[in-house]
């Protein structure tokens, strides 16, 4: 099934870390970008952080030096992964997080894919 699945939302105090991990499934060729978006109540919808297959990351001011990206491409077509570790968490990061890949799947021929997640909570409160 194509999807991305998302995991590792929760509640933390300020200061606190928290990982997310998401996970992406089909026939997958190549996923060229995974990335990390955000949206809290009465906002946009904004990235966090993005990573290519080839390993270059772009993070939004708010996530540099606070956020890591990183990626699993496995060889095969069966796991692609990408995490975002959250250190020194704020209030402000308190929104949903969504996780986007763009990529090519083989269905019923291969298909260039940009694909959300269902997104995670995650709640930066004392």
């Known amino acids: 099934q194509v999807q991305l699945v998302e995991s590792g939302g929760g509640s933390v105090q300020p200061g606190g870390s928290l990982r997310l991990s998401c996970a992406a499934s089909?026939?997958?060729?190549?996923?060229?970008?995974m990335a990390w978006y955000r949206q809290a109540p009465g906002k946009q919808r904004e990235l966090v952080a993005q990573i290519t297959s080839g390993g270059s990351t772009n993070y939004a001011d708010s996530a540099k030096d606070r956020f890591a990206i990183s990626r699993d491409n496995a060889k095969n077509t069966a796991k692609n992964t990408v995490d975002l570790q959250m250190n020194s968490l704020k209030p402000e990061d308190t929104a949903v997080y969504y996780c986007?890949?763009?990529?090519?799947?083989?269905?019923?021929?291969?298909?260039?894919?940009?694909?959300w997640g269902q997104g995670t909570l995650v709640t930066v409160s004392s």
């Open positions: 089909g026939s997958i060729i190549s996923i060229n970008v």
């Open positions: 986007k890949a763009e990529g090519v799947w083989e269905v019923g021929g291969r298909r260039y894919l940009e694909l």
